[in-house]
């Protein structure tokens, strides 16, 4: 929970920067959630950050603080269609009230729902 935390901190600034980068196209008047095209937009951003980082990095920069690391289920690096599934599983388990993710403390390996959904887990990372 940590490393969602801290990486809710580097969304929410990247989510600014890219809202700010578009601004000045709709003078201002974009809405998430109200507008479609803009709301597909955010996601996309949020979306490319969090998979090019499990993609290329194995973590994200709340993850590297906690020491956590995704794996695929076949040890391979996580690819862009199990990136794509983890993180609409995510929004799944978050909009079920948080039960996706609380499904963790019942699951018998420690998987949300977005792991089991993707094929991926976390781990934890020796420090080294």
Same mark, same amino acid.
């Given at each position: 929970?940590?490393? *969602?935390?801290?990486? /809710?901190?580097?969304?929410?600034?990247?989510?600014?920067?890219?809202? $700010?980068?578009?601004?000045?196209?709709?003078?201002?008047?974009?809405? /998430?959630?109200?507008?479609?095209?803009?709301?597909? !937009?955010?996601? $996309?951003?949020? !979306?490319? !950050?969090? $998979?090019?980082?499990?993609? !290329?990095?194995?973590?994200?920069?709340?993850?590297?603080?906690?020491?956590?690391?995704?794996?695929?289920?076949?040890?391979?690096?996580?690819?862009?269609?199990?990136?794509? *599934?983890?993180?609409?599983? &995510?929004?799944?388990?978050? /909009?079920? $009230?948080?039960?996706? #993710?609380?499904?963790?403390?019942?699951?018998?390996?420690?998987?949300?729902?977005?792991?089991?959904? &993707?094929?991926?887990?976390? #781990?934890?990372?020796?420090?080294?």
């Amino acid at each position: 929970m940590g490393a *969602i935390l801290y990486d /809710a901190l580097v969304v929410t600034g990247l989510l600014l920067i890219a809202t $700010a980068g578009v601004s000045p196209l709709d003078q201002g008047n974009q809405q /998430a959630l109200r507008d479609p095209v803009f709301t597909i !937009y955010l996601l $996309a951003v949020w !979306y490319l !950050y969090l $998979a090019m980082c499990w993609r !290329y990095l194995g973590m994200t920069v709340g993850m590297r603080a906690w020491r956590v690391q995704i794996v695929s289920d076949n040890e391979q690096k996580v690819s862009w269609k199990s990136s794509a *599934i983890r993180f609409s599983g &995510s929004l799944l388990s978050a /909009a079920c $009230a948080g039960l996706g #993710y609380f499904w963790a403390l019942f699951d018998k390996e420690k998987r949300c729902w977005h792991d089991q959904l &993707s094929d991926t887990g976390l #781990y934890r990372v020796n420090k080294k």
